[in-house]
């Protein structure tokens, strides 16, 4: 049997570029920021559930609240990875805005519990 061979990469070869100085504290204050927009996100739902309550004017739905937004987005992130794969970035990012915006004004003009959460899932 031949012996095989291995060539070790230096760690800060081309191949794996290390960030350090500004530019990873840029990416470190990046994603501190987002994480902290996303649980703020999240948080912020327990404040409006009074507001979305007397609005709708029904409590049986309060369940639907906190449920149908991380439904709606975990549901969608395997075709959003999928598509931003295969199609230019920019134009999906594009059509995706679109159709939020879509939903938005849909919801703004029908007024109802079922409406705005057909509109958020669009």
Do not use: H
Not at 7 to 26: D, F, H, K, W
């Amino acid at each position: 049997m031949a012996a095989e061979t291995f060539q070790e990469v230096p760690a800060n070869s081309a191949a794996s570029p290390v960030l350090t100085g500004l530019p990873l504290y840029t990416v470190l204050v990046g994603l501190g920021l987002a994480l902290f927009l996303g649980a703020m996100d999240m948080a912020m739902l327990g404040t409006a559930v009074p507001s979305i309550t007397s609005t709708f004017q029904t409590a049986a739905d309060i369940g639907w609240y906190g449920a149908a937004y991380p439904l709606t987005m975990s549901s969608i992130k395997l075709l959003t990875g999928k598509t931003y794969a295969q199609f230019p970035q920019k134009l999906v990012f594009l059509i995706f805005f679109g159709l939020f915006k879509l939903g938005f004004r849909y919801c703004t003009a029908n007024m109802g519990f079922e409406t705005t959460a057909t509109g958020t899932c669009a």
